[in-house]
């Protein structure tokens, strides 16, 4: 971003086709953090992967299989996630998703998203 904007309005935030069934939003960015929306179509996932990033997250709609460092969990819309840097995780839909996620320190890999 080439100013800093405290506000994103939804019609200026970006649908980026992150994988098949999957649909990120990069809601917003900052020095220390970054938001973003995470849309996964029933039996689409996030395939297995690791970052330096503590991720924090929300069910918003649907419900979802976590694997985390080898731990199977289901979610439900209201339920709430953490996913300590360094670990390996993935998500699949078990019905169409909505995960609303912070992660820590911010996304640079994310900031694209935002131009």
């Known amino acids: ?6 506000e994103r309005r939804s ?8 994988f098949p069934g999957v649909v990120r939003r990069t ?5 220390a ?12 996932e996030v395939p297995e992967h690791v970052h330096p990033h503590e991720q924090a997250g929300n069910v918003r709609e649907g419900r979802v299989r976590f694997t985390i460092g080898g731990v199977v969990t289901e979610l439900e819309a209201g339920d709430a996630y953490l996913i300590p840097g360094g670990i390996v995780h993935h998500v699949v839909a078990l019905a169409p998703a909505v995960l ?5 320190p911010p996304r640079a890999d994310f900031l ?4």
């Open 1 to 6: 971003m080439s100013e800093q904007s405290y």
């Open 11 to 18: 019609s200026v935030i970006r649908s980026i086709d992150a």
């Open 27 to 31: 809601l917003h960015s900052g020095d």
């Open 33 to 44: 953090i970054t938001l973003v929306e995470i849309a996964i179509a029933t039996g689409h």
């Open 100 to 104: 609303i996620e912070a992660f820590s």
């Open 112 to 115: 694209a998203d935002l131009d």
